[in-house]
């Protein structure tokens, strides 16, 4: 599953509403990205003036917003890594896949 967060009217309650539906989920794996504004979107447009020098195809944090922080959403995808993959049938079922060679 793939989730991003970062959109314009996100709060701390919503990824974390996101990150606790991901984790109850069925998925075996989920990825948990930063909004980019790539060009062409209605978002590129608003923040194309960023500094996309140090970017990283989504996990660089370049977006914020006065009530959430780059630094709060980069927090918020950690978080919600570790409560999607810290239980036990996803930690088994990943060393599964790294000892078959699948994953690496």
Not at 1 to 9: A, H, K, S, V
Not at 90 to 100: G, I, Q
């Amino acid at each position: 599953g793939y989730f991003i967060f970062g959109l314009e009217d996100e709060s701390w309650l919503s990824m974390l509403k996101t990150a606790i539906t991901a984790a109850s989920s069925k998925l075996d794996f989920a990825v948990f990205y930063s909004l980019t504004p790539y060009p062409g979107t209605p978002y590129f447009s608003r923040f194309n003036d960023l500094n996309w020098k140090d970017y990283f195809h989504g996990s660089s944090n370049i977006v914020g917003y006065k009530n959430l922080s780059k630094r709060a959403i980069k927090i918020a995808r950690f978080a919600a890594m570790a409560i999607f993959y810290f239980r036990p049938r996803r930690l088994f079922l990943l060393a599964r896949y790294v000892l078959r060679g699948k994953l690496c």
